[in-house]
């Protein structure tokens, strides 16, 4: 038996769809098996909560008076640099953005307190944010500094866009060094002395669509509190990687670029972040609904985190793979790794990436969220789109 996203909505329509969370369908599965479950459940939701960096916030703030190009200038929010080489007043902030000299980036040599995530938080909350810009004039565009506040409320467009976000998959980070490291991946203490993480596991969204049956450029998301969109696969997008049986890979592979309208955002799902030694940037909350169109796409969302594995990485600049562990083990907060008793912990937010799969379940529910078809496809090994593989060496 098979089903489409067009009955699917039907059912979202009139009250009588069946929706479930990733951790739920597991449960359901084991008790009733793939078939009856696949006839059963119309939607599975999953989430993740987790820092992205490849994420940031585009805005279009309105003309001033007399008018200034922001292009070929400099522009700042709150003393945080953006880019701002388009058109007279469309800006894009990046989320590890750091201002070069601020006091809150000083406490501590080594510690990055705010940055261009940080303020994209303190944006949607609807506070105010200072704009300070230089140009260099023109005749239509005569203005050359502009200090001002801008408001999420009164700038024409805010839109977050993330490059990429989503990682089906990540490494384990580890130090094998004599030394810390300061790491995107935390601090990771000499001698395997800690092992860090970042993934939801069995509620992470392409986890339960490892081969991207249903997640493709259109596919409607809970993005950031609100609604947004798969724009395009991310950058990155490594889909070619080693995969166990049940089609998941053991180390990072497929990535999204997301966008959606940061007006309908909410800051608890995105939150500055700073990591010591490193730098700031942006924790991102997601929610992919995975329509349960057949028997094979139910077996996947059933996924359990002792059945995902993924690789330890040596982060002290060897890259050397040290075996594969999976994510149930890591929760458990103790692992083995080349024989040595390891305190392992997470980056990402299990409870909040619930949270979030629950909020869609809701939405759905509720009649408040209708499911979208794919406009195109991942690349992948099922949809046929090869990529070249991604270069390693350094570019010259």
């Known amino acids: 038996m098979s089903k489409t996203i067009a009955e699917i909505n039907d059912r979202i329509k009139k009250g009588g769809v069946v929706v479930v969370t990733a951790e739920e369908m597991i449960d359901i599965v084991e008790e009733k098996g793939v078939k009856k479950a696949a006839q059963e459940v119309d939607v599975v939701t999953t989430g993740t909560f987790g820092p992205m960096c490849s994420s940031g916030m585009y805005l279009n703030i309105g003309h001033s008076k007399p008018r200034i190009k922001l292009g070929g200038g400099e522009c700042y929010l709150n003393d945080v640099p953006a880019y701002c080489g388009f058109a007279a007043v469309d800006i894009y902030l990046g989320a590890t953005a750091i201002p070069g000299d601020d006091p809150r980036n000083k406490i501590y040599p080594g510690e990055f ?55 089906q998959n990540y490494n384990v980070a580890v130090n094998l060094s004599d030394r810390i490291l300061y790491t995107y991946m935390g601090v990771l203490k000499p001698g395997i002395g800690n092992a860090n993480y970042c993934s939801s596991g069995q509620l992470s969204p392409l986890l339960n669509d490892p081969y991207y049956k249903t997640v493709g450029v259109g596919t409607k998301i809970f993005l950031g509190g609100g609604i947004g969109h798969i724009a395009w696969n991310g950058t990155q997008h490594n889909p070619h990687v080693q995969r166990k049986e049940n089609g998941v890979p053991c180390e990072p592979a497929g990535t999204v670029a997301v966008i959606g309208d940061l007006k309908q955002m909410k800051p608890e799902f995105l939150v500055g972040t700073s990591f010591f030694g490193y730098g700031a940037t942006l924790t991102v909350g997601i929610g992919i609904p995975i329509p349960v169109l057949n028997e094979e796409i139910a077996g996947w969302t059933s996924v359990r985190d002792r059945d995902i594995y993924t690789t330890v990485v040596d982060y002290s600049g060897t890259n050397e793979k040290l075996g594969e562990i999976n994510y149930e083990q890591l929760r458990s907060g103790k692992i083995i790794i080349s024989g040595k008793k390891v305190f392992s912990a997470p980056l990402s937010s299990y409870s909040k990436a619930l949270e979030i799969a629950n909020i869609l379940k809701n939405w759905i529910k509720k009649g408040e969220f209708l499911l979208t078809e794919k406009v195109i496809p991942l690349p992948g090994i099922e949809s046929g789109i090869i990529l070249k593989p991604l270069k390693e060496r350094p570019i010259e």
């Open 113 to 167: 307190k705010y940055g261009g995530g940080h303020v994209i938080e303190e944006f949607v909350a609807g506070k105010d944010i200072r704009l300070v810009a230089s140009a260099y004039g023109t005749d239509c565009y005569p203005r050359k500094k502009l200090e001002t506040l801008i408001n999420i409320k009164d700038v024409n467009e805010a839109v977050l866009f993330n490059m990429r976000n989503c990682y």
